[in-house]
């Protein structure tokens, strides 16, 4: 099976702009989570998505949004960038809620 | 915080040598969950263990949980030079898939 992807897998944007980060699982998995890696504040939660419901949102502001389609792949948008959002973004899949997750390779974001 | 404790933060071992790394977590929990992330990149699904399981192994790993202490704790036994890199716990508290990493412990095993 194939693992999960990401695209793009690096992304340069300036302040102030909107990016969309897309997610797809491993195929059969129905659940999707979005982390956001960064060397000060580690690996946090982002959101969870079962079957096109948002499940959980972490502590984040309203800037950032996701969504889940019929066919289990996510995006996540995040839009107004700001510098702190440089981030490595990973997304994970699982068979279902309180499975093993699975990792994605991530999008490295640089916002300048 | 709900983000649980890595120890040590760092550990430089020989080639041949055990490591262990320890994590502790705050709230009770579904399952335990640990990862290993080589220079930024993807992190790589290594064992899960549930609550009420209290050991698991595979390969040269084994991971023991303890909830009565909420730790847990991760051994790779005969390490190898590509063992290098940083290991991760992540908790799942209650019915989600939400997951709570640690600050992880940056391995290195030298040749």
């Known amino acids: 099976k194939a693992g999960v992807t990401q695209t793009p897998r690096y992304l340069i944007k300036t302040r102030g702009q909107q990016v969309t980060l897309s997610c797809s699982p491993i195929s059969g998995h129905r659940s999707v989570s979005w982390y956001q890696q960064t060397p000060g504040q580690g690996l946090q939660f982002l959101f969870e998505?079962?079957?096109?419901?948002?499940?959980n949102k972490g502590n984040f502001p309203g800037r950032f949004s996701g969504r889940q389609f019929s066919n289990s792949r996510s995006e996540m948008n995040v839009s107004t960038l700001e510098l702190g959002d440089s981030a490595l973004y990973l997304c994970?899949?699982?068979?279902?809620?309180?499975?093993?997750?699975?990792f994605g390779p991530g999008t490295r974001l640089t916002v300048t | 915080s709900q983000q649980g404790e890595e120890d040590p933060q760092a550990l430089s071992i020989q080639e041949g040598e055990n490591a262990t790394m320890n994590c502790s977590y705050k709230?009770?929990?579904?399952?335990l969950q640990w990862y290993r992330q080589n220079s930024g990149r993807g992190l790589v699904h290594l064992i899960l263990i549930r609550s009420n399981e209290r050991e698991k192994h595979s390969g040269r790993l084994r991971v023991t949980l303890d909830t009565s202490k909420k730790s847990s704790s991760l051994l790779i036994t005969a390490s190898r030079a590509a063992d290098t890199a940083s290991y991760f716990c992540a908790t799942a508290p209650g019915n989600t898939g939400k997951l709570i990493f640690g600050q992880g412990t940056t391995l290195q095993v030298k040749p």
């Open positions: 998505y079962f079957s096109e419901t948002q499940r």
């Open positions: 709230t009770s929990i579904n399952n």
């Open positions: 994970a899949s699982s068979l279902a809620v309180r499975d093993e997750q699975y």
